[in-house]
């Protein structure tokens, strides 16, 4: 268990939805990871955040938005979904933004849109 | 941020020693190396990480060449549990897009 708890595990949903996933980081982790994976393009960074504040940003769709809370839990906000948008989309924390610092990550989210 | 090159995939032994190759001929004097490996059906896990010595832990060694424009993950005897994907990434610093690519797939064989 790496301490770090994504919810809903499963989502099933229709094109054209909006859903919101959920992630609590490790206890004291400040700094917030959201990332999806998809059979043909592996572990896809998208976004990063620091106490609340959002830090790095990787290839996020506009469709796609989040944001840290100030209890340090974030949530994912996918918006008109798509086909192509069924994935696993993991959460991962980190104590802080350092280079050495460990990441840890949830079990994911498994999202289906049919 | 600087980029990874991996093989696809490794084959491996049971019991037998395992060297997992990355070359990041690109990388910066403030990157760490950092390795994770994800097992079927869970998310990535934590394996090691160094910046310019040679790493042990308790999972695995971590070999960083001396001009840092390559590193080795050694798992010293491999058990079917090894069997994951492993990715090797750079981090440079609170900003880094921590992209992952799509790893190494190592098998291993009874």
């Known amino acids: 268990d790496s301490g770090v708890t994504q919810t809903p595990k499963h989502l099933i949903t229709a094109t054209g939805q909006r859903v919101t996933l959920r992630c609590s980081p490790r206890?004291?982790?400040?700094?917030v990871y959201w990332y999806q994976q998809s059979l043909d393009q592996g572990l896809q960074f998208l976004i990063q955040y620091y106490n609340g504040e959002e830090r790095a940003k990787g290839n996020i769709l506009e469709r796609f938005s989040a944001q840290q809370f100030p209890d340090l839990h974030s949530e994912l906000n996918l918006s008109s979904l798509e086909l192509g948008d069924s994935a696993l989309y993991f959460c991962a924390s980190s104590l802080d933004a350092r280079p050495y610092e460990k990441l840890f990550f949830g079990s994911g989210t498994q999202l289906s849109v049919l | 941020d600087a980029k990874t090159t991996q093989p696809n995939s490794m084959e491996s032994n049971e019991e037998e020693p395992v060297h997992l190759p990355c070359n990041h001929s690109t990388i910066s004097g403030t990157d760490y190396i950092h390795w994770y490996r994800q097992l079927p059906s869970q998310g990535p896990e934590y394996v090691i990480h160094g910046l310019t010595s040679n790493v042990n832990n308790r999972m695995a060694s971590l070999a960083i060449a001396e001009d840092r424009k390559s590193s080795t993950l050694i798992l010293h005897r491999a058990t079917l549990r090894d069997a994951a994907v492993y990715y090797c990434?750079?981090?440079?610093?609170?900003?880094?897009?921590?992209?992952f690519g799509k790893g190494i797939t190592l098998s291993v064989r009874p």
């Open positions: 206890s004291g982790d400040l700094s």
């Open positions: 990434i750079l981090i440079r610093g609170a900003n880094s897009k921590l992209t």
